[in-house]
């Protein structure tokens, strides 16, 4: 489980006029909405803020209540749903983006006298959530989130398990050497700028990750350091320091987001101070873990698969850093199956979307909208986007007015009707593969980004909707003032009422002035709350 995306959202758009049907409305609950849950929404932490909240009973279809239905809200990552459940219903649970290698040229006793090529699919872990038993290894605290949330627990696996595969398979085929190039084919889709942070490909190392282990030592000295996953492809120098008991955690990257990435020496300082006596959050000790983002993942992705090789036989003339040549690469898509010489298999798409819609994944949605563009003929955000309208309306009677969508993770100033979120959820609800999106949502007070959100157990009677709802979170936040201003807190999801009624939910509140991270948290836990009464009173 993690905590939903409290990082502010660096990329924003503005909403093109038009783009929303309504925006007017009053701020307060309507008087419909039964007095418990008003008094959640009216408490003083939520003054000039709007709640929106739609209710439709599943098997009738019936609007059960509807407070805000015209105004657009902030929904943030409940945006995924859709994502996840067109490319879901599109290619089914069961599909695997398989990654190919492919050699460029003769092997003539053992040495390829030509380029090693590997084709990127899209493949989100390229290996490297895999545990023993094939099932998809989830953090209770993820680690794209490490920095924005200030930890997160990691997973067992090997991130680099893929590569190294590929590079055994390449071994056990007869390339002993390699005297031109390794290239990773990354043209699948068109480069699609992140949130200010980097371009993502279709290429994959530890979610484009590197992971930094952090423990203490003694006052005065070098606080304790490691990462994953190393390599040649980027250094990390510790200037990290231990602190006194009861001093200030200071943390800084340098460069946050590293340009260099394909260049011989590029490096990383991790510099700051960690007191001896600090508690990292959500698990009360260390290690403490933050990140580094891979801002090139091609070349990243490069220089993993040579070292990968070598440490599996191979000799590679190539240098292992440098930027990935993309020039030397034939037509796309005009490999032949006889030069494959190894092909790493994918998780099912089904592990995919609960790892994306489990602890919010954004660059797998995103990734994810791009791979069902590719469906639809299309390789570029732009043109998916633009035939996602017209899908939506049509295949799912989401009608183009009713939501501003910028990117397939819920970035930017996403927003939506509530309307527009349980006319989808209904239609997924239809899907011969509901059960496979039902299973990869959050549960309430159980697991995914829902875990945490427990306190409305102190009510008694409404104990028992833990595991009872469903659903996905979404948070867009930033900076105001001393505080922060939570632009918009959702969820989007399906209840199993406690007199067995299947419900249907939008639940979001939009600028909600909160003091910190901490303050964020109680306003899940009033959504929580909320559910919760859903669950017990329908």
């Known amino acids: 489980?993690?905590?939903?995306?409290?990082?502010?959202?660096?990329?924003?758009?503005?909403?093109?006029?038009?783009?929303?049907?309504?925006?007017?409305?009053?701020?307060?609950?309507?008087?419909?909405?039964?007095?418990?849950?008003?008094?959640?929404?009216?408490?003083?932490?939520?003054?000039?803020?709007?709640?929106?909240?739609?209710?439709?009973?599943?098997?009738?279809?019936?609007?059960?209540?509807?407070?805000?239905?015209?105004?657009?809200?902030?929904?943030?990552?409940?945006?995924?749903?859709?994502?996840?459940?067109?490319?879901?219903?599109?290619?089914?649970?069961?599909?695997?983006?398989?990654?190919?290698?492919?050699?460029?040229?003769?092997?003539?006793g053992g040495v390829l006298n030509g380029d090693l090529v590997l084709v990127a699919s899209g493949d989100l872990t390229m290996g490297g959530r895999a545990n023993p038993d094939g099932s998809i290894a989830i953090s209770d605290y993820d680690h794209n989130e490490a920095n924005s949330l200030g930890n997160a627990v990691l997973t067992p696996p090997d991130p680099l398990a893929g590569y190294r595969?590929?590079?055994?398979q390449v071994a056990a085929s007869g390339i002993t050497r390699i005297t031109g190039q390794v290239i990773v084919d990354d043209r699948l889709f068109q480069p699609f700028p992140y949130r200010g942070e980097f371009d993502l490909r279709p290429i994959f190392v530890n979610d484009d990750m590197i992971?930094?282990?952090?423990?203490?030592?003694?006052?005065?000295?070098?606080?304790s350091l490691d990462w994953r996953p190393k390599s040649a492809a980027l250094g990390v120098n510790?200037?990290?320091?231990?602190?006194?008991?009861?001093?200030?955690?200071?943390?800084?990257?340098?460069?946050?987001?590293?340009?260099?990435?394909?260049?011989?020496?590029?490096?990383?300082?991790?510099?700051?101070?960690?007191?001896?006596?600090?508690?990292?959050r959500f698990t009360g000790r260390f290690p403490l873990v933050r990140s580094i983002r891979m801002t090139r993942p091609d070349n990243y992705a490069r220089t993993v698969l040579i070292e990968a090789l070598v440490?599996?036989?191979?000799?590679?003339?190539?240098?292992?850093?440098?930027?990935?040549?993309?020039?030397?690469?034939?037509?796309?898509?005009?490999?032949?199956?006889?030069?494959?010489?190894?092909?790493?298999?994918?998780?099912?798409?089904?592990?995919?979307?609960?790892?994306?819609l489990k602890v919010s994944y954004n660059l797998g949605a995103d990734t994810s909208l791009l791979l069902w563009g590719k469906t639809q003929g299309v390789d570029n955000m732009d043109a998916t986007l633009a035939r996602e309208q017209v899908h939506l309306a049509n295949q799912y009677g989401v009608q183009r007015g009713d939501y501003a969508f910028f990117n397939g993770s819920g970035g930017g100033d996403t927003k939506a009707l509530t309307r527009a979120v349980t006319i989808f959820l209904a239609r997924m609800r239809q899907s011969a593969h509901f059960d496979t999106y039902f299973d990869a949502l959050p549960i309430l007070g159980t697991d995914g980004s829902l875990a945490f959100v427990k306190d409305?157990?102190?009510?008694?009677s409404l104990a028992g909707a833990t595991g009872q709802v469903r659903a996905k979170t979404g948070t867009n936040i930033e900076a105001a003032?001393?505080?922060?201003?939570?632009?918009?807190?959702?969820?989007?999801?399906?209840?199993?009422?406690?007199?067995?009624?299947?419900?249907?939910?939008?639940?979001?509140?939009?600028?909600?002035?909160?003091?910190?991270?901490?303050a964020v948290a109680q306003v899940f836990q009033d959504e929580g709350t909320i559910s919760a009464l859903l669950w017990r009173d329908y």
């Open 1 to 108: 489980m993690k905590h939903p995306t409290f990082a502010a959202l660096v990329t924003s758009a503005a909403i093109a006029a038009g783009a929303l049907t309504g925006c007017g409305g009053s701020s307060e609950p309507n008087a419909d909405v039964p007095a418990d849950i008003r008094a959640v929404m009216n408490q003083a932490r939520y003054a000039g803020a709007r709640w929106g909240l739609r209710v439709v009973d599943a098997q009738t279809g019936k609007v059960v209540l509807d407070t805000q239905p015209d105004h657009a809200f902030y929904i943030g990552s409940v945006r995924k749903l859709f994502s996840v459940g067109e490319l879901l219903d599109q290619t089914g649970p069961d599909h695997r983006y398989n990654t190919p290698v492919y050699r460029q040229g003769a092997v003539s």
């Open 165 to 168: 595969s590929l590079a055994r």
């Open 211 to 223: 992971d930094l282990t952090i423990n203490p030592t003694a006052p005065g000295q070098a606080a």
């Open 238 to 280: 510790n200037a990290l320091s231990t602190g006194a008991a009861g001093s200030e955690l200071a943390f800084e990257l340098t460069p946050e987001f590293s340009g260099c990435m394909g260049a011989p020496g590029c490096s990383t300082r991790v510099s700051g101070a960690i007191p001896m006596d600090f508690k990292p």
């Open 311 to 356: 440490d599996a036989g191979v000799v590679v003339d190539a240098p292992p850093v440098q930027e990935n040549p993309v020039q030397l690469l034939p037509p796309r898509d005009s490999w032949a199956e006889a030069d494959k010489v190894a092909e790493l298999a994918g998780m099912p798409y089904a592990d995919y979307a609960k790892l994306i």
């Open 456 to 460: 409305y157990a102190a009510d008694a």
């Open 481 to 518: 003032g001393a505080g922060l201003l939570l632009k918009g807190q959702a969820l989007g999801g399906y209840i199993r009422t406690r007199s067995g009624r299947d419900l249907i939910y939008a639940l979001v509140v939009n600028n909600a002035k909160v003091a910190d991270i901490d």
